[in-house]
């Protein structure tokens, strides 16, 4: 069992920046693929990004602005967020599998947390 609690998120300016955090309980964190989701207002929930153990994935959306992230140190996944827009306003969620790196299907993750909102807007 992995519970995963997200923080981090906000109100920031368009092109601005934050950085989420998800802080995973249990002692196999390493061995979990990790990724983030997001789902906007009347959208559905949309892969964002993933890691393994080293190596990661992204929408093209974000390419280049977001990067993911983990310190199996502290049990955490980041998700540093450049240059945001208003269309990346959501709630952005947490996921944590065994073997789902390559899968953008939210059902395919077994662990999710219990979201963070991010707003852009001036």
């Known amino acids: 069992q992995v519970q995963l609690v997200e923080s981090g998120g906000g109100l920031v300016q368009p092109g601005g920046s934050l950085r989420l955090s998800c802080a995973a309980s249990g002692r196999t964190f390493s061995m979990y693929d990790m990724a983030w989701f997001r789902q906007a207002p009347g959208k559905e929930r949309e892969f964002v990004a993933a890691?393994?153990?080293?190596?990661?994935r992204y929408i093209d959306s974000v390419k280049g602005r977001f990067t993911i992230s983990r310190d199996n140190t502290k049990n955490t996944v980041y998700l540093q967020m450049n240059s945001l827009k208003p269309e990346d306003t959501a709630v952005y969620y947490c996921?944590?599998?065994?073997?789902?790196?390559?899968?953008?299907?939210?059902?395919?993750?077994?662990?999710w947390g219990q979201g963070t909102q991010v707003t852009v807007s001036s």
């Open positions: 996921a944590a599998d065994l073997g789902s790196f390559n899968s953008d299907f939210g059902r395919s993750w077994d662990y």
């Open positions: 890691i393994s153990k080293s190596t990661t």
